[in-house]
C-alpha cells in the first residue's frame, strides 16, 4: 500500500512522502494493474463501424469536408467584413502581376498565371481550413513545373516550318505542348495530394524538417534568380533543366552578355530599385500604414503604360507580355499521355506544395487561436490543384508574400481570398488586354524583388551553428544538393540526408551513469552534476535512444565502457588470477621436504648416535606428527593465498538499465538485452530494468522476453524503486532512502 503525505511547512514550501513498499513489474501486473477485458472484433465489425450512416457521423463528415460551414454561419459581419474587403483587394492587387510573372517560371504563357490565380483560390475558400494563407502561385512550385515542362517540351521539338534551322522554333506550338504537359503535371499533383489526404497521410510534412524546407527554399530561390536573368537582361538563351542547370543557365548568359538590350535592362533595373525601396518603406512603417504601398501593381501600371506610349516592343525590340486572351478557357481533359513520365515530378511537387501551405498555416493558427488540419489541408489542396486542372492551370500552394499581406491588412477569414480571387476574374473577363504590353523584364523585376525573403534564410546557418550542427548540416546539404542537382533531385538528397539524421542519433546517443541526488528520488548524471552521488555497489547505465537492431551492439559496448564493467574481461583475468594461484602454491609444496624424507634424516641420526629402538619409535611418532601438521599448515597457506588472489571479480554487484527514454525494442534489441542480463549473471553482477512503459512491456512480452532466467521481477516503475531494491540486496545500508 501507498500512503502520500503533503505538509506545508513554514517557509509555505510542500513538502511530498511516500512510505510504499518497493514495486517491481511483477507486483504491478499481479496487484495494481489488471487489464480490461474485451471482446475482439471481427474484421465485419470493423467495416460495419465505419461504413455506419447516423446523422451526427454525416454532419461531422461534412463539416470537415466543408470547413467553411463550420464558421460562415457565424460571422461577425460588422467586426470582420471591411477588414476582409480591404485585406482581399490589396492581396488581390498583388496576386495580378505576381501571377503573370510566375507563369514565366512555368514556362507557360502569363495568362495561364491568372487562370491560376483565380479557380484554385475560389475552390480552397470552401475546402480550407486556415483563414489566412493566400493561395495560387508560387515561384518554387513554378519552376519546378517549368522545369518538366521544358523536358518534356524542348525547344528542338518545335522547328518552325518543317525547318532544322537552328533558332527558329515554332512559339505557338511549342507553349501549346508545355501548357498541356503543365495542366496534366498539375492533374497528377491534385491525385496524388486526394490520395495522401483521404489515406490521413498528413504526418508525411513532418519528415520536411525546417531546416530542410528553408535550405530547400533557398536553393530554389537561386534557380528561379538565375532564370530570370536572362528577361532581365533582354538575352536570347535556352532554358536548362536537371543536374548543374544553374551553372548551364548563368555560363549562356556571360557567354551572350554582350547582346544585353539596354532598354530592357534600364527598365528592370528602375523597377527592381522601386521594388526593393517600396518594400523597405512597407516593412519600416508597417504599424503606421493602413495598408501596404501596392509596389508591384504600381510597377506594372506605370510600366504598361510606358511600354504602350514608347512602343518599346517595336522601336528597341523589349520582350513584352504579348496576347492575352479574355475570358475564361472551357473546361477541357488533360492529356493524359504524357503522365507516365510525371509521376516522380508530381510527387515532390505534391509534398512541397503541401509542405509549404501547412507550414504557413499551423503559424497563423497558433497566432489567432484556431487549429488547421493536415489531413484536410492535403484534401483541400488536392481538390484546388485536380479541379482547377481542368481549366487550365498550373500547381498552386500558398505563398509566404502574399499570405502576409493578406494578414497585415485585416483579413479574417477566406472571405478575403475570395475577394482577390474575384478581383483576379474581372481581369481576366475584362481588362486582361490592358497588360498586352508590359515589359517582361518588369515581372522578373518582381519576382526577383520577392525572392529577397528567402535569401534572407542565410542568416539560418549562423544561428543553426550556435543550436545544432545536426540541423545545420540537413541545411546546407538541402541548399547545396537542390542548387546542383536540381530542385527534384534535390529534394530527394536532402530528405534522405534527413533520415540518416535520425538514424545517426539513434546510434549515436548520449550515455550517462546516474547518481542519486542526496535525500531526493532523483538521479542525475554524475559528469554533470556535483550533487549526483553514485551508489555503492550499483551503476545506473541511462541511454536516450531507443534499442533495435541498428544500435543494439552500440548499447552493450557504451554499457560496458561507462559502467567499466566487461564480463568477458573480468573472467579472463580471473582464470589468469586461477593460473597464479595455483602456480604460487606449488611452489611452496616443492620447497618444504616430503614425510619420507624427515623419517630419513631422523632415523640415520640415530644410529650415528646409538639411540635405542624405543627412542628411535618414539621419535618417528614425534616426526609424524611434525610433518602432518606442516602439510596441513602448508595446505593452509595455500588456500589463504588462492583466496587472496581470487577476491570478487568487481565491487558492483547491481547494474541498473534506464529504460525510462525507451519508446520500442525490436527481436534484436530484445536479445542484446536478454544476453547482458545472462552475460552479467557469469561474474554474479545483477541486470535490472527500471522505467519501462507499459507498451514496451507488452512489446517485450510479445518478443518472449520474459523466460529463465529473465522474469519479471527483474522490472521496476522507477529508478529509485530499482536502487532501493538492488542496495537491499547487496546489503548496503548507507544511503537513508534504504531505511
Not at 532466467?709 to 527483474?714: A, H
Request: net charge neutral; glycine share 6%.
Amino acid at each position: 500500500m501507498e500512503h502520500v503525505n503533503v505538509d506545508e511547512e513554514p517557509s509555505a514550501t510542500l513538502v511530498y512522502r511516500v512510505e510504499r513498499q518497493v514495486f517491481d513489474e511483477e507486483y504491478v501486473s499481479s496487484q495494481l494493474l489488471h487489464t480490461k477485458e474485451r471482446t475482439p472484433k471481427t474484421i465485419g465489425q470493423r467495416v460495419a463501424e465505419q461504413f455506419r450512416c447516423s446523422s451526427e457521423k454525416a454532419k461531422s463528415v461534412v463539416l470537415s469536408l466543408l470547413p467553411i460551414l463550420s464558421w460562415l454561419p457565424s460571422y461577425p459581419v460588422k467586426e470582420y467584413l471591411f477588414g476582409d474587403i480591404v485585406s482581399g483587394l490589396s492581396t488581390g492587387v498583388m496576386q495580378l502581376p505576381q501571377g503573370l510573372a510566375y507563369a514565366l517560371l512555368a514556362a507557360v504563357p502569363p495568362v495561364y498565371g491568372l487562370y491560376s490565380s483565380f479557380y484554385p483560390v475560389l475552390l480552397y475558400t470552401f475546402f480550407g481550413t486556415s483563414r489566412h494563407i493566400s493561395i495560387g502561385t508560387f515561384a518554387v512550385i513554378s519552376l519546378m513545373i517549368g522545369g518538366v515542362a521544358v523536358r518534356e517540351a524542348p525547344d528542338s521539338m518545335f522547328p518552325l516550318n518543317g525547318t532544322n534551322v537552328t533558332g527558329l522554333v515554332d512559339i505557338d506550338a511549342r507553349d501549346a505542348r508545355r501548357v498541356q504537359v503543365a495542366v496534366a503535371l498539375t492533374t497528377l499533383v491534385g491525385l496524388i495530394q486526394l490520395f495522401l489526404g483521404i489515406l490521413r497521410f498528413g504526418f508525411v510534412a513532418i519528415y520536411l524538417t525546417e531546416p530542410l524546407v528553408r535550405g530547400f527554399t533557398t536553393a530554389a530561390a537561386v534557380h528561379v534568380c538565375v532564370s530570370q536573368l536572362k528577361y532581365f537582361f533582354g538575352v536570347k538563351t535556352k532554358r536548362f533543366g536537371g543536374p548543374l542547370s544553374v551553372v548551364y543557365s548563368l555560363i549562356a548568359v556571360f557567354k551572350d552578355i554582350t547582346s544585353t538590350n539596354i532598354t530592357t535592362l534600364i527598365v528592370g533595373l528602375v523597377c527592381t530599385v522601386f521594388l526593393y525601396g517600396v518594400k523597405d518603406i512597407n516593412e519600416r512603417f508597417k504599424k503606421k500604414l493602413p495598408i501596404p504601398i501596392p509596389g508591384e501593381i504600381i510597377v506594372v501600371i506605370v510600366s504598361t503604360g510606358v511600354s504602350y506610349g514608347m512602343s518599346l516592343s517595336e522601336n528597341y525590340q523589349v520582350d513584352i507580355v504579348g496576347h492575352i486572351p479574355a475570358g475564361l478557357q472551357p473546361p477541357t481533359i488533360p492529356d493524359f499521355s504524357v503522365l507516365p513520365n510525371l509521376v516522380a515530378d508530381a510527387v515532390a511537387i505534391a509534398i512541397v506544395g503541401f509542405s509549404m501551405g501547412i507550414s504557413l498555416a499551423k503559424i497563423f493558427a497558433l497566432k489567432y487561436g484556431y487549429s488547421v488540419d493536415g489531413n484536410q489541408e492535403l484534401i483541400a489542396l488536392g481538390l484546388c490543384n485536380f479541379a482547377s486542372s481542368f481549366f487550365q492551370t498550373f500547381a498552386i500552394t500558398s505563398s509566404m508574400s502574399r499570405s502576409l499581406v493578406q494578414e497585415s491588412t485585416g483579413g479574417k477569414t477566406q472571405i478575403a481570398g475570395l475577394l482577390s480571387s474575384l478581383l483576379v476574374l474581372l481581369v481576366i473577363v475584362a481588362i486582361g488586354f490592358v497588360f498586352q504590353p508590359l515589359p517582361q523584364t518588369v515581372l522578373a523585376a518582381i519576382i526577383m524583388v520577392n525572392l529577397l525573403g528567402m535569401f534572407k534564410q542565410v542568416r539560418d546557418i549562423p544561428a543553426l551553428w550556435r543550436t545544432s550542427k545536426i540541423e545545420l548540416t540537413i541545411w546546407v546539404v538541402a541548399f547545396v544538393a537542390s542548387v546542383l542537382l536540381g530542385l527534384d533531385y534535390g529534394l530527394l538528397v536532402a530528405i534522405g540526408f534527413a533520415l540518416l539524421t535520425v538514424i545517426y542519433r539513434t546510434q549515436s546517443p548520449k550515455s550517462v551513469i546516474l547518481g542519486q541526488i542526496s535525500d531526493t528520488g532523483l538521479y542525475c548524471d554524475t559528469d554533470e552534476y556535483e550533487e549526483a552521488a553514485e551508489c555503492s555497489g550499483i551503476k545506473i547505465f541511462h541511454s536516450n535512444s531507443s534499442i533495435y537492431f541498428a544500435n543494439s551492439d552500440l548499447y552493450v559496448n557504451s554499457l560496458k565502457e561507462k559502467t567499466g564493467v566487461d564480463p568477458t574481461q573480468l573472467l579472463a583475468e580471473r582464470k589468469s588470477q586461477q593460473k597464479r594461484a595455483k602456480t604460487k602454491s606449488g611452489e611452496k609444496k616443492d620447497s618444504s621436504h616430503s614425510p619420507a624424507q624427515k623419517k630419513n634424516a631422523v632415523a640415520k641420526l640415530d644410529v650415528e648416535l646409538g639411540v635405542a629402538h624405543e627412542v628411535l619409535d618414539e621419535a618417528q611418532k614425534q616426526v609424524d606428527a611434525l610433518s602432518n601438521g606442516q602439510v596441513a599448515e602448508a595446505q593452509a597457506e595455500s588456500d589463504s593465498e588462492e583466496a587472496r588472489f581470487l577476491q570478487p571479480l568487481c565491487p558492483v554487484h547491481s547494474i541498473i538499465l534506464d529504460f525510462t527514454p525507451v519508446n520500442f525494442m525490436d527481436s534484436v534489441g530484445a536479445k542484446a538485452i536478454k544476453a547482458i542480463i545472462k552475460e552479467y549473471a557469469t561474474i554474479n553482477v545483477r541486470v535490472v530494468l527500471a522505467g519501462c512503459n507499459r507498451t514496451l512491456l507488452s512489446d517485450l512480452r510479445t518478443l518472449q522476453f520474459f523466460s529463465e532466467p529473465v522474469t519479471p521481477d527483474i522490472i521496476f516503475p522507477t529508478i529509485h524503486d530499482a536502487v532501493l531494491h538492488c542496495k537491499h540486496r547487496g546489503g548496503c545500508r548507507s544511503c537513508p532512502a534504504v531505511e
